[in-house]
């Protein structure tokens, strides 16, 4: 198995530009989490999806963020416009249940916005 | 007060030593935890689950403390390769068992063993 899939690993983009975030969990994992990195906050949640439906999204931090689930095989998360302050990393997880299974996570995406 | 917390760190030892990691969480309905441990501009990764019991797996102990809300990491004989970022995990789950799946990681503990 190739384990979660995340595109692109670096992202450069100047304020206010759209940027989409984009991964592909395991195969038959049924849970899929964003988080986001970084130095001062360390790992957030911004949400998590369960069979494709967006279950917890209290850790998205404004409008400007929002994720989709269209299929068990990918999900997008979308900042509109980007600010500097989303600069951070972003990793896609997924699991095969929730509770006491693991979660593997994506290499992650970089994202600097100058 | 934050939903997981960790000792600040860092730890700085030296190999062959023992170091102790402790985590504390807010939510007593918390269903499941873990520790991921996280190298340097790397993804977490599981290093262990954590059992009512405590466990052991090697080098590695965790044991876990429902009644005061508290998890703990021992390493024994620590390795150069042991060098990384430890974090605890919690999964939040809720009576209700609405935020069943939702995994909350501590701000991580970061250890350096040195020759």
């Known amino acids: 198995d190739a384990g979660v899939i995340q595109s692109p690993r670096h992202e450069v983009t100047e304020m206010g530009q759209e940027v989409t975030l984009r991964c592909k969990p395991i195969?038959?994992?049924?849970?899929l989490f964003w988080y986001r990195q970084t130095m001062m906050r360390g790992l957030e949640l911004l949400i998590y999806?369960?069979?494709?439906?967006?279950?917890?999204d209290s850790g998205m931090p404004e409008d400007r963020f929002s994720a989709k689930m269209p299929n068990a095989s990918f999900s997008t998360l979308k900042i509109q416009p980007s600010e500097p302050r989303d600069s951070a990393v972003y990793f896609c997880?997924?699991?095969?249940?929730?509770?006491?299974?693991?979660?593997?996570f994506g290499q992650g995406t970089r994202l600097t916005v100058v | 007060r934050k939903e997981v917390e960790q000792d600040p760190g860092p730890f700085n030892v030296p190999e062959g030593a023992t170091v102790a990691f402790n985590c504390t969480y807010s939510n007593s309905a918390s269903q499941s935890f873990f520790w991921y441990r996280q190298d340097c501009r790397k993804e977490p990764k599981l290093l262990m689950s954590?059992?009512?019991s405590g466990n052991e797996d090697g080098r590695f102990t965790a044991q876990l403390n429902r009644a005061s809300q508290y998890i703990s990491l021992l390493i024994r004989d620590s390795k150069l390769s042991d060098s990384a970022t430890y974090l605890c995990v919690v999964n939040m789950g809720n009576a209700g068992g609405t935020s069943y799946g939702k995994l909350t990681f501590g701000q991580g503990t970061i250890l350096t063993v040195h020759p």
């Open positions: 195969s038959g994992h049924d849970y």
């Open positions: 954590v059992y009512s």
């Open positions: 997880a997924s699991s095969l249940t929730a509770g006491s299974s693991e979660a593997f």
């Open positions: 999806f369960n069979n494709n439906v967006p279950i917890d």
